[in-house]
């Protein structure tokens, strides 16, 4: 098969590929809700791991009913309860206290992991190198979607005091609901974050050579 019409330039080359495959992304992702299988490991990875969080804690990662989305992009609710105190309502015959919240798990999770995933897969270097790549981003990406996890249940934890699930000062929970506008919400982090590990992950001295020109080699004393 030839590839003449293909850019022979290392970088020009990865932009196209980075192009088609990010295309394909927002493609599969937006347009035939191919995420849909995203969002359910996004709730089992979330509930498994922060399932029991707090003191006495029981949180549900949930799919947001449509009557009671009240925003099309919030496709997953979080919610949470103190497990002693839901026994106790029982008894009594009392309503449950609980509390949810909602979040959105294309720009939370499906963005940055495909992504980087998309990165990876358009980086000209052996297949080799691309499988051990792809693998570690995996684990580091999805380190990073916990993380953003964990920031909303917290936060969530720590602006409902009545639930009793941990203990936060004011000025904890004024910190906890910063860091939430600021490394959950923000679509920026959410396209940072897969550049930043991309380039920790792959770039070494010997690619930056591949990738530039010989003049430019030259200028940078690379050559």
């Known amino acids: 098969m030839k590839t003449d019409f293909l850019p022979k330039h290392p970088a020009k080359r990865f932009i196209l590929f980075f192009a088609i495959l ?8 937006v347009v035939f809700e191919g995420r849909g299988i995203y969002q359910k490991a996004f709730r ?10 707090g003191n006495n804690g029981i949180v549900k990662f ?17 919610m949470m309860g103190n497990e002693l105190q839901a026994q106790e309502a029982m008894q ?12 959105n798990d294309y720009m939370v999770g499906f963005l940055p992991t495909f992504t980087l995933l998309a990165l990876l897969l358009a980086t000209p270097m052996s297949w080799k190198r691309k499988l051990i790549a792809v693998g570690v981003g ?6 990073f979607v916990i ?3 964990w920031v909303l249940v917290y936060t969530a934890m720590g602006n409902n005091a009545y639930l ?14 910063g860091l939430r506008r600021v490394f959950v919400t923000n679509i ?21 050579k591949n990738w530039l020109g010989e003049d430019i080699q030259r200028i940078l004393k690379l050559k």
């Not at 990010?22 to 992702?29: A, D, F, M, Q």
């Not at 995996?138 to 380190?143: D, F, N, P, R, S």
């Open 188 to 208: 920026v982090v959410s396209m940072m974050v897969p550049f930043l590990l991309w380039g920790m992950i792959v770039f070494r001295t010997e690619d930056l």
């Open 138 to 143: 995996l684990v580091l990406i999805t380190l």
């Open 22 to 29: 990010y295309s394909l992304v927002l493609i599969v992702g």
């Open 164 to 177: 009793e699930l941990t203990e936060m000062s004011e000025g904890t929970v004024r910190f906890m609901i």
């Open 44 to 53: 089992s990875f979330g509930e498994g791991i922060l399932g029991s969080a």
């Open 147 to 149: 993380s953003r996890q």
């Open 62 to 78: 949930m799919e947001v009913d449509a009557k009671d989305q009240y925003d099309p992009a919030y496709h997953t609710m979080i």
């Open 92 to 103: 009594k015959g009392t309503a449950v206290n609980v509390a949810k919240v909602y979040t």
